[in-house]
């Protein structure tokens, strides 16, 4: 089994630190090379741009690949999306000078629209009924309204900074994106794409939770169960040779701090609190 991953850029690092967290763990992964092995013998590593991946996948080259959702709407490749990974989000947008006549995306019929995302791009259009003439760019997409080569641009934002700075106006949103974990669709039931799939998911089920573990005097019990705002019931045990009971529970991070608080107002004690590597729901 091959998953295509981002070599490098801004989605390289948090896709190998899921693939670590999620137990596969990259063997002989040096700098340059191609592909890498993992602590499982079915599994490879192959490193390619962002762009490329979805043609990797379509064409056999991987069976599954990380990239964002706006590479595989513009490569066409009708892929199986099999998780949202939540990061690297970002939006493509629609944007002109906002001291210009642009106001609306009908004000773009029969005007000019530069884009590194051509096919994005006209399939948006295209679905509203207006035809703009798209300009596809390699980069510097916000520059081009200022040297007279388009009338407004599609180009990727993910704080809109970089528009308010070049003057440009947001329009319209066009595509939000993050990357996914996506396969060739005759390999989604395939035993080892579910194993990957929940593993990549469990971290993500984990994330922002933690795992409470506290004694409780047997009395007290259903008050921690009010106070508590766990997933489902708690897990309850009886600790040997008293009367009390140990209580685990998976509350979410945010709420740790009130939980904690209202747990001892009734009762717990030795509160330990750890963190969670991986769910499987």
């Given at each position: 089994?091959?998953?295509?991953?981002?070599?490098?850029?801004?989605?390289?690092?948090?896709?190998?630190?899921?693939l670590?967290?999620?137990g596969l763990?990259?063997?002989?992964?040096?700098?340059?090379?191609?592909?890498a092995?993992?602590?499982?013998?079915?599994?490879?590593?192959?490193?390619?741009r962002?762009a490329?991946?979805p043609?990797?996948?379509?064409?056999?080259?991987?069976?599954m690949g990380i990239?964002g959702l706006d590479?595989?709407?513009e490569s066409?490749?009708?892929l199986?999306?099999?998780?949202?990974l939540?990061?690297?989000?970002?939006?493509?947008?629609?944007a002109?000078?906002e001291?210009?006549?642009?106001?609306?995306?009908?004000?773009?019929?029969g005007?000019?629209?530069?884009?590194?995302?051509p096919r994005?791009?006209?399939?948006y259009?295209d679905?509203?009924?207006?035809?703009?003439s798209?300009?596809?760019?390699t980069?510097a997409?916000?520059l081009?309204?200022h040297?007279?080569?388009a009338d407004?641009?599609?180009?990727?934002?993910?704080?809109?900074?970089?528009?308010a700075?070049?003057r440009?106006a947001?329009?319209?949103?066009?595509?939000?994106?993050?990357?996914?974990?996506?396969?060739?669709p005759d390999?989604?039931?395939d035993g080892?794409?579910q194993?990957?799939?929940?593993a990549?998911?469990?971290?993500l089920?984990?994330s922002?939770k933690?795992?409470?573990?506290?004694?409780?005097?047997?009395e007290?019990?259903?008050?921690?169960r009010?106070?508590?705002?766990?997933?489902g019931?708690p897990?309850?045990?009886?600790?040997?040779?008293t009367?009390?009971?140990a209580?685990?529970v998976?509350?979410?991070?945010?709420?740790?701090?009130?939980?904690?608080t209202d747990?001892?107002?009734?009762?717990?004690?030795?509160?330990?609190?750890?963190?969670?590597?991986r769910l499987?729901?």
């Amino acid at each position: 089994m091959r998953i295509a991953v981002p070599n490098k850029g801004r989605l390289h690092e948090p896709t190998i630190e899921l693939l670590e967290r999620a137990g596969l763990h990259i063997e002989n992964g040096a700098d340059r090379k191609l592909y890498a092995e993992t602590v499982d013998p079915d599994v490879t590593v192959l490193f390619a741009r962002a762009a490329d991946i979805p043609e990797y996948v379509h064409d056999g080259a991987a069976e599954m690949g990380i990239t964002g959702l706006d590479q595989v709407r513009e490569s066409g490749r009708e892929l199986a999306e099999l998780l949202d990974l939540a990061f690297g989000r970002c939006r493509l947008v629609l944007a002109a000078p906002e001291d210009g006549d642009i106001a609306s995306p009908d004000d773009l019929a029969g005007k000019t629209v530069a884009t590194e995302f051509p096919r994005i791009t006209r399939t948006y259009f295209d679905d509203r009924g207006i035809k703009p003439s798209i300009v596809e760019v390699t980069g510097a997409t916000e520059l081009t309204p200022h040297v007279e080569m388009a009338d407004a641009i599609v180009d990727i934002t993910s704080t809109g900074t970089t528009l308010a700075v070049n003057r440009l106006a947001i329009i319209d949103e066009v595509l939000s994106s993050s990357v996914r974990l996506f396969a060739r669709p005759d390999v989604v039931d395939d035993g080892k794409v579910q194993q990957v799939t929940t593993a990549l998911s469990s971290v993500l089920a984990a994330s922002g939770k933690r795992y409470l573990m506290m004694n409780v005097a047997s009395e007290d019990l259903d008050a921690v169960r009010d106070v508590i705002p766990g997933m489902g019931g708690p897990t309850v045990m009886d600790i040997a040779g008293t009367d009390d009971v140990a209580v685990h529970v998976v509350v979410d991070e945010r709420e740790v701090f009130e939980v904690i608080t209202d747990l001892k107002s009734v009762g717990a004690s030795d509160i330990l609190v750890t963190e969670i590597e991986r769910l499987v729901e």
